[in-house]
């Protein structure tokens, strides 16, 4: 049997009053407690519209602190609120469950504890990038990383795919700090390096970064892969970088299944 007290998370999106649904703001408002992570006053004020009984989560942050360290801080936040026998609403800048640790740390934590807990959608910057860049992963296929894993790990980057790099304004730092997104310059050359080993240098690569209110433009500023190194930088920059070219027909694989390249050509064409 499930005890009293239960978590809710939901994604506020990023342009935070247009992009959150109706199911979302009924579940803020039925809460007894919600907990907030979102970016800047005005989201945080509309929020405390909806439920006047709100807790400012970003406040876990702190100079010099492992971001790692505040994600448990914020997960215990919320389990020892739904010991007490809150209903709680966790609501999280954009999509809940993407570079989110603390909502799915806190999900598993109550579940282990025999409490229901659970996770709703929400708009993340990854679905303003494919709206607000004109592109369709599904037309290439899409590889998308965290900038500092694709730079501490052996990775394999395929250029006939577009690739989505994310938080490339902390790229290089290892210490979870929030205070590193002024020194990026070091991580950048040698990610611009390891780029340069699977794309050329002319290459047209786009640093994003979604609009937060409707009263700003998105950015999007189109560099070479060269100019990546000198490029200004933001927390909430993205790269992306699309495909080089298209990827070559596999002969060996159509012949298996009695296909030629003008059958694949023919399918694709409008022109029957």
Same mark, same amino acid.
């Given at each position: 049997?499930?005890?009293?007290?239960?978590?809710?998370?939901?994604g506020?999106?990023?342009?935070?009053?247009?992009?959150?649904?109706?199911?979302?703001?009924?579940?803020?408002?039925?809460?007894?407690?919600v907990?907030t992570?979102?970016p800047?006053?005005?989201?945080?004020?509309?929020?405390a519209?909806?439920?006047?009984?709100?807790?400012?989560?970003?406040e876990f942050?702190?100079?010099?602190?492992?971001?790692?360290?505040?994600?448990?801080?914020?997960?215990?936040?919320?389990v020892?609120?739904?010991?007490?026998?809150?209903?709680?609403?966790?609501?999280?800048?954009?999509?809940?469950?993407?570079?989110?640790?603390?909502?799915?740390?806190?999900?598993?934590?109550?579940?282990?504890?025999?409490?229901?807990?659970?996770?709703?959608?929400g708009?993340?910057?990854?679905?303003?990038?494919?709206?607000?860049?004109?592109?369709?992963?599904?037309?290439?296929?899409?590889?998308?990383?965290e900038?500092?894993?694709?730079?501490?790990?052996?990775?394999?980057i395929?250029?006939?795919?577009?690739?989505?790099?994310?938080?490339?304004?902390?790229?290089?730092?290892?210490?979870?700090?929030?205070?590193?997104?002024?020194?990026y310059?070091?991580?950048?050359?040698?990610?611009?390096?390891?780029?340069?080993?699977?794309?050329?240098?002319?290459?047209?690569v786009?640093?994003?970064?979604?609009? &937060? *209110? @409707?009263?700003? #433009?998105?950015?999007?500023?189109?560099?070479? =892969? %060269?100019? $990546?190194? +000198?490029?200004? /930088? !933001?927390?909430?920059? &993205? *790269? @992306?970088?699309? #495909?080089?070219?298209?990827?070559?027909?596999? =002969? %060996?694989? $159509?012949? +298996?299944?009695? /296909? !030629?390249?003008?059958?694949?050509?023919?399918?694709?064409?409008?022109?029957k």
């Open positions: 049997m499930n005890k009293q007290g239960s978590l809710t998370v939901v506020t999106g990023i342009k935070i009053a247009g992009d959150m649904t109706l199911n979302t703001q009924a579940q803020i408002k039925q809460a007894d407690i907990f992570v979102v800047d006053k005005v989201s945080k004020q509309w929020l519209k909806l439920n006047p009984n709100t807790v400012d989560m970003t942050y702190g100079s010099n602190k492992s971001r790692l360290i505040t994600y448990n801080e914020m997960a215990n936040a919320l020892e609120s739904v010991k007490q026998g809150n209903n709680v609403c966790a609501a999280f800048y954009g999509h809940p469950g993407v570079f989110a640790y603390a909502s799915h740390l806190a999900i598993r934590q109550l579940k282990a504890l025999g409490y229901r807990a659970k996770m709703q959608p708009i993340s910057a990854e679905d303003w990038l494919v709206a607000d860049l004109g592109i369709d992963p599904g037309k290439s296929g899409c590889i998308s990383i900038a500092t894993q694709f730079l501490f790990y052996q990775r394999t395929d250029p006939y795919s577009l690739l989505v790099l994310w938080q490339i304004g902390l790229v290089g730092d290892h210490t979870l700090a929030l205070d590193k997104t002024d020194n310059q070091r991580g950048l050359k040698v990610l611009s390096n390891e780029l340069l080993k699977y794309y050329p240098s002319d290459h047209q786009i640093i994003y970064e979604a609009a &937060t *209110l @409707a009263l700003f #433009p998105p950015r999007i500023e189109h560099i070479a =892969l %060269a100019q $990546l190194p +000198q490029a200004k /930088l !933001t927390a909430i920059s &993205t *790269l @992306a970088i699309p #495909p080089y070219q298209e990827a070559p027909l596999d =002969l %060996a694989v $159509l012949k +298996q299944l009695g /296909l !030629t390249p003008e059958d694949i050509d023919n399918a694709l064409s409008i022109d």
